[in-house]
């Protein structure tokens, strides 16, 4: 099965909806500008109502934007119906046919497009092959499991060779253990085809995991887009910061706000370092802080002081929640042994590590 | 539709001219006129006109001819003797106008032959007849013309509409106008056209028919009736209803599937059935009432009577309302009352009756309208008690009132939406019913030992009343002549097959095509209101579901009213008949429809349209399949409520088209009580014969009722 690796772009994308309640109007999606490559696996990520969703069914032709182009290889696919699109959508649902076996679901797409019999069976057996559901094609999707389900759908899209692939929440219906599996799955296969793959989740482990570059979204808007690792270590706003991991923030006056490097600022009067700096950070700014860059020392060493109130075992290491002016601040101890373990009640102090705590501007 | 349109312009315009020519005749000179200057005068005046002016009737007097048109006066002399010719003068020797059905050759061009009399002074004999000679092309050229407009308005209408809305989706958009088209010519001009009425006297605006209604005793003690028969039915069902419930839902006793079966039975059983048993056991000459206990003076006939019938045949309803209900609330409830050491009676009082009271409030108001819109029974029962829908029946077919008709039947609406609007104020609100995801274990019985064998004995002996109804309409099918005569015969079922079997063809060959026409509908409108968003929706959905609302009666007035005359002349023939069943079984298709389909996972067909399927595909590949079950239900239900229905057809039938229960009614006018329980007994085998065929058919794909949701 060979694919087509082909880009995706929203250029200034809106879609308002009209609530038939207040009559107002509700902007799901505002001017979203994003550019996908081909064969690129997109995760657009925001807690639910970001409009991440209504993103996906615009790309799909389920719903029409209210302003704005969509270019799937360059054509102009804005006003085309799904069935007249190169895209195959993954459902949080399935939606699998339910008075269809599991072949005659797979094979659904290839019958619509009016194929050849024989060919839609070698292509259907190949489809199931690779989702490894060759030995259940006749069985009703009501009588599988909810990964074999998961499993059907994604062949049924993969089938009639989309040049993009939607996926909208599939693994939000399946048991932890089962969803991991599939996440390494569905990489695996978006790999191997080189097929450009938009991913809809709100959870950020899934999109940590699977993607190639992640969209955080918030209210409609585009927060922020990067690979992964700078998602998570180099944020450019509290709210993305917070979105993607746990973080701690402390409010800090900077010094020098043009500096390249590793930028002085104080911490209530006290001195601390940060490692890198967020685009637009005035003369007020919030530190942040992942637990596994803060650490723990005697009261009056760090930057800050405070109590340990809960200590949480985790075997390769320990949550440590500490009581401080700025809030509970949680630590992480990696690999811990008695003697970096605080008990709780204790009074320590919190110190940073420069390299990797960042200054953001503050929320607002 | 274009076919009526066209036939009714050339009757709107042969009437003209028959009008005219009637006009022309009055002003035709008398014996010893002066005839050629009338003949003059005339051509002057309507130039496409050409006449022939015969004095004296042929066969009769001596005749004499003029005419200043030779070949009409040629034509004359030598088709005289034609067989149409003959009707043509005799028509007119009896004082009546008549068009020649066929056209004839007359100079370059066809022509309609229009016979009319020419009258004495006193006005009573024909002295001679004026035959006047009509362009055909006339007539043809305008009817091309308005048909041409029409069918441009129309293609411009739906083009604009399709293209402004559907570009995208140009099948939505075509079963949005069709649908739309449907019901506003079947559903809101009839009904329009019947409440105008009530408000026009002599063409003008007036408030007398309804102060009429409204201050005649006659008809506010119809009124009365109906809603005293209302109330007594409504009350008796929901208790019955819900002492059945209970024994269903809230008792662990052997037996319910049977008791469920028995008890559903008189919903779906023929009007009539009931009410001709209980006239065979109680009425005059009833088994009961004379044969075994010989009482004189006793009368089933009347609100007694009524009330007792109509519990008969909706207490079913609360019962399947109310089981509904208590089948939903969580016995954990009740379990945790008894854990807490309520008593049972206890429990009862303040968990399991105000939790069903919405429930049972529902029921009634639901009885209650169902007792009001009823008309088969009390036709039969109600003697010289008064209910409305009887009362409108009888304005219009016996004193030609069809005006004070109209107006009864709009009074009965009132009441019905009165009772809806109660419903969605306040039983909506104080709906407390808790869906839980899965039925829980029934762990304690609820009602005590005493209680449970009162429910069983009142169960069990209702459900034997019922029996022996049925069996009673068997019996009579089998008697010489019911109350004098037991002796067994068969004499009355070859009477009743032989003179009741054109009925019973033509209903259910009407039937039979309503049937498919209200299931696509349904199915289609179905589609539209849970899955389409467009302009007009809600309106669309308020018309469809608008018959079910309005009583039988009403929407037999209305469209008697709307259509006996052009441009939709439909009274008499089978087609309003067919339209009247598929539009009065919409609203329940529909709902059935809707109900599926709300449960269906939209992405399913999201899916399908993303495969490539286009709007008409996944219509026929996935949604038909997938509401199959409500589609086939729907089916069956437009197809024996067809059957079955009396109130808006008695209005509509005629003589070529009529239908099996008006028969069945009619022999029971006539005491012909051994004629009708044997076509009452075959329609309620059909009945039974079609719920049976359609449950095996939908069982077959239930499994994907089960599969439809899962997530």
Not at chain 2, 202 to 216: P, V, Y
Not at chain 2, 473 to 500: H, M, P, S
Request: with cysteine; glycine share 8%.
């Amino acid at each position: 099965m060979d694919q087509i690796s082909v880009p995706v772009n929203l250029e200034q994308v809106s879609k308002i909806f009209r609530d038939p309640k207040t009559k107002s109007d509700v902007h799901a999606v505002r001017e979203a500008q994003l550019e996908i490559g081909g064969g690129e696996l997109v995760t657009l990520l925001g807690p639910s109502g970001c409009g991440k969703t209504t993103m996906l069914r615009m790309i799909g032709g389920f719903e029409l934007p209210t302003r704005g182009r969509i270019r799937i290889g360059g054509e102009d696919v804005t006003f085309l119906p799904p069935n007249a699109r190169a895209t195959a959508t993954v459902f949080q649902s399935y939606g699998l046919f339910p008075h269809l076996d599991v072949f005659d679901n797979v094979a659904y797409g290839l019958r619509v497009r009016k194929i050849a019999a024989p060919q839609i069976e070698t292509r259907v057996m190949e489809a199931l092959d690779l989702v490894g559901l060759k030995a259940l094609a006749r069985r009703a999707p009501g009588r599988l499991s909810g990964g074999q389900q998961q499993r059907v759908a994604l062949a049924r899209s993969l089938v009639v060779r989309p040049q993009v692939l939607l996926l909208d929440e599939p693994l939000s219906n399946l048991d932890a253990l089962l969803r991991e599996q599939m996440r390494v799955e569905i990489r695996r296969i978006q790999k191997t085809l080189g097929i450009t793959a938009v991913y809809v989740t709100h959870d950020r482990v899934e999109a940590m995991s699977l993607s190639d570059r992640v969209v955080v979204m918030k209210e409609g808007v585009i927060q922020q887009v990067g690979p992964p690792s700078t998602i998570y270590e180099r944020p450019d706003s509290q709210f993305v910061a917070g979105f993607v991991g746990k973080v701690a923030f402390f409010p800090v006056e900077v010094a020098n706000t043009t500096a390249a490097g590793p930028v002085a600022c104080t911490l209530d009067g006290k001195p601390v370092m940060a490692g890198s700096v967020a685009p637009g950070v005035g003369k007020k700014a919030m530190l942040m802080a992942r637990p596994e860059s803060l650490r723990l020392g005697n009261p009056g060493e760090g930057a800050c002081d405070g109590t340990v109130s809960t200590n949480v075992y985790l075997g390769s290491s320990v949550e440590s929640f500490v009581a401080t002016e700025y809030g509970e601040i949680l630590v992480q101890i990696d690999d811990p042994s008695m003697s970096r373990v605080r008990a709780e009640g204790s009074r320590i102090s919190i110190s940073f590590d420069e390299t990797r705590v960042r200054l953001l501007p503050v929320a607002g | 539709m274009f076919s009526v349109l066209r036939g009714s312009y050339e009757k709107t315009i042969l009437q003209d001219k028959k009008e005219l020519l009637l006009a022309l005749t009055r002003s035709a000179p008398g014996e010893n006129g002066d005839v050629e200057a009338w003949l003059e005068e005339a051509r002057k005046t309507y130039p496409a006109l050409h006449l022939l002016y015969v004095r004296g009737i042929p066969g009769v007097d001596e005749i004499q001819e003029f005419s200043l048109d030779a070949e009409l006066k040629a034509l004359w002399q030598a088709r005289q003797e034609d067989k149409a010719f003959k009707t043509g003068i005799e028509a007119a020797s009896y004082l009546e106008t008549f068009v020649m059905p066929d056209a004839v050759r007359l100079g370059s061009g066809e022509s309609l032959l229009i016979f009319s009399p020419v009258l004495n002074a006193e006005g009573d004999t024909a002295r001679g007849i004026v035959v006047a000679a009509v362009d055909e092309t006339v007539l043809t050229s305008f009817n091309n013309l308005t048909y041409a407009l029409s069918l441009i308005a129309f293609f411009v209408f739906a083009l604009g509409f399709g293209i402004a809305t559907f570009s995208r989706d140009p099948p939505t958009g075509y079963a949005i106008l069709v649908l739309f088209s449907i019901v506003l010519l079947f559903v809101a001009y009839p009904l329009f056209t019947a409440v105008r009425l009530t408000f026009v006297q002599e063409g003008r605006f007036s408030l007398a028919i309804w102060k009429d209604i409204l201050t005649n005793r006659q008809y506010l003690g119809a009124l009365a009736g109906s809603i005293q028969l209302g109330a007594l039915t409504a009350t008796l069902s929901t208790i019955i209803g819900f002492l059945f419930a209970f024994f269903v839902s809230r008792t662990s006793m052997r037996g319910k599937k049977l008791v469920t079966a028995l008890a559903t039975l008189p919903v779906i059983s023929p009007p009539f059935s009931l009410t001709l048993s209980i006239i065979l056991l109680f009425g005059n000459n009833g088994l009961i009432t004379k044969g075994l206990l010989g009482l004189e003076n006793f009368t089933i006939y009347g609100l007694g009577g009524l009330g007792l019938v109509q519990t008969i045949s909706m207490f079913p309803i609360a019962f399947l309302t109310l089981a509904g209900v208590l089948d939903a609330i969580d016995s954990t409830l009740e379990d945790a009352s008894l854990d807490l050491n309520a008593s049972r009676w206890e429990t009862f009082m303040r968990v399991t009756l105000p939790l069903t009271m919405p429930g049972i409030l529902s029921a009634w108001l639901l009885v209650f309208t169902n007792s009001l819109a009823d008309f088969a029974n009390p036709l039969l029962l109600s003697g010289s008690f008064r209910v409305l829908s009887v009362e409108s029946y009888i304005e219009v077919t016996g004193m030609n009132r069809l005006g004070n008709g109209a107006a009864l039947s709009i009074l009965l609406l009132l009441p019905t939406l009165t009772a809806f609007f109660v419903q969605r104020a306040w039983v909506a609100k104080k709906s407390f019913v808790v869906v839980t995801g899965k039925p829980s274990g029934r762990l304690s019985d609820l009602a005590s030992k005493p209680m449970r064998i009162f429910l069983l004995v009142f169960v069990v002996l209702t459900s034997l009343f019922i029996v022996s109804l049925y069996g009673t309409i068997v019996a009579g099918c089998f008697v010489k002549n019911w109350g004098i005569d037991y002796t067994f015969t068969t004499a009355n079922i070859v009477e009743a097959l032989q003179r009741g079997r054109e009925a019973m063809i033509s209903t259910m060959t009407l039937a039979g095509i309503a049937t498919p026409i209200a299931g696509f509908i349904a199915m289609i409108g179905a589609v539209l209101v849970v899955r389409k968003q467009f302009p007009g929706k809600r309106l669309l959905e308020a018309l469809m579901m608008t018959p079910f609302a309005v009583p039988g009666t009403l929407i037999g007035i209305a469209y008697i009213l709307a259509f006996n005359e052009p441009p939709f002349l439909l009274v008499g023939t089978g087609a309003i008949l067919v339209i009247c069943y598929v539009i009065r079984e919409l609203p329940v298709g529909l709902e059935g429809g809707v109900a599926t389909l709300r449960q269906i996972d939209p992405s399913i067909e999201e899916a399908a349209s993303d495969l490539g399927a286009d709007q008409a595909t996944v219509f026929r590949t996935v949604i038909l399949p997938l509401i199959r079950p409500a589609f086939i239900s729907s089916m069956s239900y437009t197809f024996v409520r067809s059957m079955t229905a009396v109130s808006a057809i008695i209005f509509l039938i005629s003589a070529r088209w009529y239908h099996i229960t008006i028969q069945i009614y009619n022999f029971s006018e006539n005491i012909r009580f051994g004629l009708a329980s044997v076509l009452a007994t075959a329609l309620i085998f059909i009945v039974l014969a079609v719920f049976g065929l359609m449950r095996v058919i939908v069982k077959k794909s239930e499994h994907l009722e089960k599969t439809v949701t899962v997530q």
